[in-house]
């Protein structure tokens, strides 16, 4: 991995020599990446080239949009101190309920006091540790609200001259609106936006343009981008080679889906498949990369809700909605 890492920071200090011909977006996303790495481990700064790039990344525009991004992940991740003070009261709240039931058994043939005493002492103890865990709760989402504000604010800071820029910055605005909203209802110009945004070269509008083809869905459903004409339309090539113009259904059963969704693809398309499992609002909770027709995807951990199947290959992109039901 440090190889790797390495070798890459090597290209991004040096791009001239490295990324001759690469596309624009493809070097803003790479050095976003590389970036992304160094943050999630010091370690690597030890390198005097990783240095050299981490200085020039500090208050950049690609820094910049990682860690808007960073920030919005880790908006629903409990700190390790909250979520064991939720464990601890979800124990305890388990073991007094069963402790309760039990006592109501008993009250079913005698109505003891010393019963009937423990019952309410029972009760009690149990709403007030309902009422902690209720009060945890309401301080992380007053948090969340602030944590809302400051990347509104930072994200409406941050460059958008470029088209993948402006690109990410709207689907970012999007994102925040529908998360305070908890629903994913869009208005008429998100729509609008969405729509523009999902229909573009995903070499020139960056990978904004998944999310956006994600979020559309639950407007018009399923649906499928020919990104080697979009792509060809923006004057770029979006893959060598050979690519079927007959678009074969992929697909995914069962839907709705307990545990394991499994994944078919047509045996005319070439090369790797990338596929995407993401939430309503466009979080990737499940991200594979293969070369096999079929494909098998564990979703038992996974809440019950609907999710966004995006299937990248074949110089196509297709979006269908999934239900995962446990």
Known sequence: MKRFVFLVGFCMVFLGDCLAGYPEEGEWSARRDLYSRLANDSTLLSDSLMNVFWEEMENS???????????????????????????????NI???????????????????TFYLQSQRLLRTQ???????????????????????????????????????????????????????????????????????????????????VYIARALYVAVSGNSYYNDENLCTQAGLQYRQGHISREVETIKAYPNPVENALHIEIPSNWQGESTIRLMNMIGNICINAVTQERTHKLDVSKLTDGVY???????????????????
């Open 308 to 326: 966004l199947l995006q299937i990248t290959g074949n110089g196509f992109t297709t979006t269908e909605k999934i239900i995962i039901a446990h």
């Open 94 to 112: 388990v073991s007094l309920l069963d402790s309760l039931v039990f006592l109501d058994s008993l009250l079913q043939t005698t109505q003891d």
């Open 61 to 91: 525009g690609e820094s910049g949009f990682e860690d808007v991004r960073n920030e919005t992940d880790n908006l629903y991740r409990l700190s390790p101190v909250s979520q064991e003070q939720l464990d601890d009261l979800r124990q």
């Open 126 to 208: 149990i709403k007030d540790l309902e009422q902690q865990a209720g009060a945890i709760m309401q301080g992380l989402l007053a948090l969340q609200d602030n944590i809302f504000d400051y990347l509104e604010v930072e994200n409406g800071l941050l460059p958008n001259q470029k088209v993948y820029e402006a690109n990410e910055q709207r689907i970012n605005e999007i994102l925040f609106r529908i998360q305070r909203a908890d629903s994913l209802g869009f208005t008429e110009q998100e729509v609008i936006d969405l729509d523009n945004i999902a229909n573009q070269c995903p070499l020139s509008g960056g990978k904004s």
